[in-house]
């Protein structure tokens, strides 16, 4: 254990996810031994971030105004919603450059066991986007796990009535992959997603 603000550093980079003790003692000392112009930079850029940053008031992803920029652009699709449980499910799907409609972020995925339930997610706020007729698709984009699924599920059951096409992304076989490894429910969904292959 080292002393004073040392070890408060090294506790509070600890406390971070995916962040182990060990992960966190070379982080400080790599602080220690950098050009303090870096560190300021970074101490900056940690500051800016929780002063200037919010949600965006229509779909809760990262925005530095009211709306976020997806939001903001009159280009994207509006009868289009995708769905997802976190930010950075934006990100990762903006990346592909596939969709072209708006997302909506839940803040999570309904855990029962981790004490997260429908009323602790952003539903309520989806269903009154929905409630104008604007939106003809949701594709439901949650992780492919228990939690996700769950979630999905619960989705499809509150806005099925609402009359929107309700679409949940295909998921199975990782390119790359082998069949050997791959869990039952994963081979499962491949089977289902399956799709015609044009000669």
């Known amino acids: 254990m080292y ?14 996810p995916g962040i182990g003790p060990k992960s966190a003692q070379r982080i400080a000392f790599h602080l220690l031994a950098a050009d303090p ?3 300021r930079r970074l101490a900056t850029a940690l500051t800016e971030v929780k002063d200037k940053v919010r949600f965006c ?5 990262v925005a530095q105004s009211e709306l976020c920029r997806i939001c903001a652009d009159p280009r994207r699709d509006q009868a289009l919603i995708c769905v997802v449980e976190e930010p950075k499910d934006v990100v990762a799907i903006e990346r592909t450059r596939e969709f072209r ?24 706020e989806l269903v009154a986007r929905l409630a ?8 439901l984009a ?10 999905a599920s619960y989705l499809a059951r509150q ?3 609402m009359g929107l096409r309700v679409t949940r992304l295909a998921s199975g076989l990782p390119m790359g992959g082998d069949l ?9 969904r491949a089977f289902e997603g399956r799709r015609v292959v044009n000669a």
């Open 180 to 188: 050997e490894w791959a869990d039952e429910v994963t081979l499962g």
């Open 142 to 151: 949650t992780d492919p796990n228990t939690e996700g699924e769950v979630t």
């Open 101 to 124: 409609g708006r997302y909506h972020v839940l803040g999570g995925a309904i855990n029962p066991i981790g004490g997260v339930g429908p009323d602790d997610l952003h539903i309520r």
């Open 37 to 39: 112009v870096d560190v």
């Open 159 to 161: 806005i099925g009535p």
């Open 3 to 16: 002393e004073g603000i040392v070890q408060d550093l090294i506790d509070e980079l600890g406390r971070l």
């Open 132 to 139: 104008d007729g604007t939106v003809t698709e949701l594709i």
């Open 57 to 61: 008031r229509s779909c809760f992803n």
